[in-house]
T-cell receptor, first 112, second 112 residues
Framework: NAGVTQTPKFQVLKTGQSMTLQCAQDMNHNSMYWYRQDPGMGLRLIYYSASEGTTDKGEVPNGYNVSRLNKREFSLRLESAAPSQTSVYFC???????????FGSGTRLTVV | GEDVEQSLFLSVREGDSSVINCTYTDSSSTYLYWYKQEPGAGLQLLTYIFSNMDMKQDQRLTVLLNKKDKHLSLRIADTQTGDSAIYFCAEKWDSGTYKYIFGTGTRLKVLA
C-alpha cells in the first residue's frame, strides 16, 4: 500500500525559478490537500480539492497554483519561487470530511 | 477565532505515562484529532474524537475532551522510546467544511 506519494523529496531552487510538486494517492480518496509546515507555525493549508474537478484556496494560497489532474493526482506549482516559500510541503488526502487525513512524506524545498 | 495551542516540549521517562495537552478556541469545532509526526516523515493520524464524546480509548491512547474549557488531551500509557515524536492536535469545524486547524505541535522526548 503506497498511500500518498510525493515527489521530489528534496529540491533547491533559485529565486524566480518555477517548479511543480507532484502528489498521487492510491486509496480512491475524493479530497486532496496541500499544506506547508514551517517551524513554530504548525501546518497551514495552501489549496485543497474537495473532489475531482474542483479546487479551492486555503489560508496561504498566494504564490501557488494547483491542478487536480484526475482523482489520483493533485499537483502544486510555484510559478516564481521566493525565499519565503522555503518550507516543507505535505500533500494529504481524505475519504470524507471527517475521518482525518493520510499524509505523504513531504517535500523539503529550499529557495535561495 | 482560529487558534489551537499546545506546549512545545514534553519529556518523560520510559514506562511512565505521557499527557499532551491542547486548547482550542472555536466552540463550533465538531471533530478533534491527534496526529504523530516522526522525523522526516509526514503526519500519521492516531485517533479522533467527536465533540459529543468526553473520552475515547484506543489501546495505550486515551483522549479526553473538556468542551467547557475547550481542552483536549492525549494520554499515552507505558510510554516507549518509539513514541518520541511531534504530536499535533487539530480541530475541524462543522461537517460542511474541509477546513482543519492544526496546533504547532508538542515534541515528546522519551528518556530510556
Amino acid at each position: 500500500n503506497a498511500g500518498v506519494t510525493q515527489t521530489p523529496k528534496f529540491q533547491v531552487l533559485k529565486t524566480g525559478q518555477s517548479m511543480t510538486l507532484q502528489c498521487a494517492q492510491d486509496m480512491n480518496h475524493n479530497s486532496m490537500y496541500w499544506y506547508r509546515q514551517d517551524p513554530g507555525m504548525g501546518l497551514r493549508l495552501i489549496y485543497y480539492s474537495a473532489s475531482e474537478g474542483t479546487t479551492d484556496k486555503g489560508e496561504v494560497p498566494n504564490g501557488y497554483n494547483v491542478s487536480r489532474l484526475n482523482k489520483r493526482e493533485f499537483s502544486l506549482r510555484l510559478e516564481s519561487a521566493a525565499p519565503s516559500q522555503t518550507s516543507v510541503y505535505f500533500c494529504a488526502s481524505s475519504e470524507d470530511r471527517v475521518s482525518g487525513y493520510t499524509f505523504g512524506s513531504g517535500t523539503r524545498l529550499t529557495v535561495v | 477565532g482560529e487558534d489551537v495551542e499546545q506546549s512545545l516540549f514534553l519529556s518523560v521517562r520510559e514506562g511512565d505515562s505521557s499527557v499532551i495537552n491542547c486548547t482550542y478556541t472555536d466552540s463550533s469545532s465538531t471533530y478533534l484529532y491527534w496526529y504523530k509526526q516522526e522525523p522526516g516523515a509526514g503526519l500519521q493520524l492516531l485517533t479522533y474524537i467527536f465533540s459529543n464524546m468526553d473520552m475515547k480509548q484506543d489501546q495505550r491512547l486515551t483522549v479526553l475532551l473538556n468542551k467547557k474549557d475547550k481542552h483536549l488531551s492525549l494520554r499515552i500509557a507505558d510510554t516507549q522510546t518509539g513514541d518520541s515524536a511531534i504530536y499535533f492536535c487539530a480541530e475541524k469545524w462543522d461537517s460542511g467544511t474541509y477546513k482543519y486547524i492544526f496546533g504547532t505541535g508538542t515534541r515528546l522526548k522519551v528518556l530510556a
